[in-house]
């Protein structure tokens, strides 16, 4: 057993969906209006473009249409979706043909207390080059997995949303598995948004669909048909769960389906968790329970949602020793910081200072706060003091009224249903995690399952190794650059940093420009800073390779997909995925690379091996390459995102 651890009217995965009962109440929005006026997309949230804009994936083009109605989210089953076209039948269905797999048994929990195992990160980290995940399991080796867990966790996957976002929820659903001690189960695929080539080329390797009849959403509407086409793609495409499942036990839906006796093929189309038809039987005639946790109860505006309240608890914090003229001050900088339910403790030790006997000492801070029934939580910062790309390599910590603080572990762990499921979206404006931490070492052990445990699959990675070095020769072996254009929807939607793409691209440029100065000064110092993550092992590359030089190409990642974009850049000294990878790269590869979302694995991979990166703050695929990067041993100083 595993010690648990430490527009039309679009339709919007946060309400029950479930054909036959009522829909829950719609939940508190995440932010006070006072604190959206202020935001740096208040006006834009007003608008409704911002939940599903901020979570286009990579390879997405396709401008948001509209605010979703979350009480009428009712998704289609199955048999009402409009497949298009099917795959062929040699072909890799993501239903039908993926084999399970299974890893050698090395789970490595924390241990109750929220500490981390030395043996866990032994397991994971520096594996990334040499080791292979093709091994696989039967069912018999499926179920012996689970049977270590207290069932199963599963959530409503916001499945129109781009692979960068998905990834952050599998992240948060991932810890939130570990702490109930439930095996947790992922959507079998996700919807590529596009292809690089002509449509139905594609839709004879990965089943194509209309993606507002299989999501239930209606922002494609609108769109020229070929626009409103999705391509189901295997979650083992996307990611490399032999390796994850060192981690944690983790499944597909449909293997879930399969174990327990129902037919695979009835997973429904858009990630949500059918409370009924989910249900197997038991022996004994019974069916499987379920506890639903409701959307609207996880972290509302009176709520911080945490891992574990027992580190806390050992404290004697007092919930009423908050009205102190102290505690008062506190609550008084939230108000000015439009803060909804903490602040960051360096504004806590500002609010404080002159009742301290030394400002600088974090210890004797934490007691005050702790005496005045305030307690210290750990976190990561924002991008630019936003929360959408949800990166983990820089470690920060807040602080909030004990009273407001409730755990995921003391709320749900005594459940003891067949299936715990948690309702609808919780992922916009959360924290990394879906929730913050009460000790460092719980931190710093959903760190490394972020940046060790989930990764992509073996060619991903691959493919990238050998553009990298091609990167290499490109700048004559001194170290490169890149940067990431996000152009597309952004433009569209007025989001891109630049209107034009010569101003874009520039822009791109003159950062480019600071960096090289930068990683000169890396090079004559002979020193890494390398980022505040776990395990981390510095790449010594960033000092023996020299600087770039002043007319050095760089590699640029875009979805610009229009001639006179792609010339221009091009013209200007900007090397491209299509300029680096080969026939015989393609053909090794697999059909997977005809897809632009999977082609956008690859980039972000290179991005992550560049010697200095710059991104855009608005984009998920930053955050993502930003984790990797810091995994890679990365600088800290060599990379920018603003």
């Known amino acids: ?234 979650m083992d495409t996307m990611l490399d769960l032999p390796h994850l499942r060192k981690t944690w036990p983790v499944i597909l839906v449909r293997e879930y389906l399969e174990l327990n006796g129902m037919d695979p093929n009835k997973e429904w189309s858009n990630g949500a968790w059918h409370r009924t038809d989910y249900l197997a039987d038991k022996p004994d005639g019974s069916k499987f329970t379920l506890f639903n946790v409701k959307n609207n109860v996880y972290d509302p505006d009176n709520v911080v949602r945490v891992d574990r309240l027992g580190p806390l608890l050992k404290k004697g914090i007092r919930e009423d020793a908050d009205t102190s003229t102290l505690a008062l001050r506190l609550y008084s900088t939230m108000t000015s910081k439009n803060s909804k339910n903490v602040i960051d403790f360096h504004d806590a030790r500002s609010a404080i200072a002159d009742l301290m006997k030394d400002q600088n000492d974090d210890k004797e801070l934490e007691k005050l706060l702790e005496e005045n029934g305030w307690v210290v939580l750990h976190t990561f910062a924002g991008a630019l003091g936003m929360d959408y790309l949800k990166s983990v390599v820089d470690p ?126 890396i090079h004559t110092e002979q020193k890494i800073t390398p980022f505040k993550i776990p395990d981390v092992v510095p790449d010594v590359t960033q000092l023996s390779l020299p600087p770039p030089g002043e007319s050095d190409v760089f590699f640029l990642a875009t979805d610009e997909r229009s001639e006179e974009g792609l010339k221009y850049v091009r013209d200007h000294g900007a090397v491209l995925i299509g300029d680096l990878v080969t026939i015989d790269d393609r053909r090794e590869f697999g059909w997977g690379i005809m897809i632009t979302d999977v082609l956008a694995l690859v980039e972000q991979a290179v991005l992550s091996k560049a010697y200095y990166f710059y991104a855009h703050a608005m984009s998920s695929v930053a955050g993502g390459a930003v984790n990797m990067r810091a995994a890679r041993g990365a600088d800290s100083r060599s990379t920018l995102i603003d």
Not at 9 to 18: E, F, I, N, V
Not at 401 to 419: L, N, S
Not at 429 to 444: H, S, Y
């Open 396 to 521: 920060i910590k807040q602080v909030a009224p004990m009273r407001w603080v409730k755990a995921w572990y003391e709320d749900y762990k005594d459940q003891d249903t067949d299936i715990v499921v948690l309702e609808g979206e919780t992922h916009l404006g959360r924290k990394p995690g879906g929730m913050r931490f009460t000790t460092e070492a719980a931190r710093d052990d959903f760190a490394r399952d972020v940046l060790y445990g989930l990764r992509p699959i073996d060619a991903v990675r691959h493919l990238a190794d050998q553009v990298a070095k091609r990167m290499l020769e490109q700048t004559g072996g001194r170290m490169w650059m890149a940067g990431h254009m996000r152009r597309g929807d952004f433009v569209t939607a007025g989001w891109a940093m630049e209107g034009t793409i010569q101003k874009h691209f520039d822009r791109i440029k003159s950062r480019l420009t600071a960096g090289r100065l930068i990683l000169e000064q």
């Open 1 to 234: 057993m595993f010690p648990a651890r430490s527009r039309s009217r679009s339709q919007s995965p946060s309400a029950l969906p479930l054909n036959g009962l009522p829909i829950n109440t719609k939940p508190t929005p995440r932010y006070s209006n006072r604190r959206s006026a202020l935001s740096f997309f208040g006006t834009a949230a007003l608008t409704g473009i911002v939940f599903h804009l901020l979570f286009i994936g990579f390879g997405g083009g396709d401008a948001v249409r509209d605010v979703p109605v979350i009480r009428e989210w009712l998704p289609p089953k199955s048999s009402e979706v409009t497949v298009v076209k099917e795959a062929c039948p040699d072909s890799l269905d993501p239903i039908r043909t993926h084999s399970a797999t299974l890893p050698k048994p090395t789970y490595h929990p924390p241990t109750a207390a929220g500490g981390t195992s030395t043996g866990k990160a032994n397991a994971t980290v520096g594996a990334e080059e040499e080791e292979s995940s093709d091994n696989t399991a039967t069912m018999d080796q499926l179920r012996k997995m689970i049977s270590q867990t207290q069932g199963y966790y599963g959530r409503d996957y916001s499945l129109g949303l781009g692979w960068n976002n998905m990834r952050y929820i599998i992240e948060a659903a991932l810890v939130q598995a570990q702490l109930l001690n439930r095996t947790l189960v992922l959507p079998s695929f996700v919807y590529a948004r596009s292809c690089e080539w002509e449509i139905h080329s594609c839709a004879a390797f990965a089943t194509m669909v209309n993606r507002g009849d299989a999501i239930g959403w209606g922002e494609w509407r609108d769109l020229p048909i070929e626009k409103q086409m999705g391509w189901r793609v295997p």
